[in-house]
Nanobody
Framework: QVHLVESGGDLVQAGGSLRLSCAASRSTVTINTSAWFRQAPGKQRELVAAVSRDRATDYTDSVKGRFTISRDNAKNTVTLQMNSLKPEDTAIYYC??????????????WGQGTQVTVSS
């Protein structure tokens, strides 16, 4: 079992930046892919960014050039740097981790979520 804990969500003005972090508990499970998902009110959860153990990345089109995902394999952490935030980025952001090497999933473990609110 892997326990994920997110941090860094906050209220920020449009154009601002936030840095989300996700820490995974120590486990015998090898996590090969980590990702951030988000879910806005009334919308389906969507994959925002993902990174594999060999640092291959994938981003949804709406965040390309603004968000950067990175992982520290030694520390079992994954970070999402979010710049040039827009009101439409407002959502609950979830950290996810999976044993698959496929950045599109499936993901086996999920965090509780952290709220990101971008005001206009």
């Amino acid at each position: 079992q892997v326990h994920l804990v997110e941090s860094g969500g906050d209220l920020v003005q449009a154009g601002g930046s936030l840095r989300l972090s996700c820490a995974a508990s120590r486990s015998t499970v090898t996590i090969n892919t980590s990702a951030w998902f988000r879910q806005a009110p009334g919308k389906q959860r969507e994959l925002v960014a993902a990174v594999s153990r060999d640092r291959a990345t994938d981003y949804t089109d709406s965040v390309k050039g603004r968000f950067t995902i990175s992982r520290d394999n030694a520390k079992n952490t994954v970070t999402l740097q979010m710049n040039s935030l827009k009101p439409e980025d407002t959502a609950i952001y979830y950290c996810a981790a999976g044993r698959s090497w496929n950045v599109r999933g499936p993901y086996d473990y999920w965090g509780q979520g952290t709220q990101v609110t971008v005001s206009s």
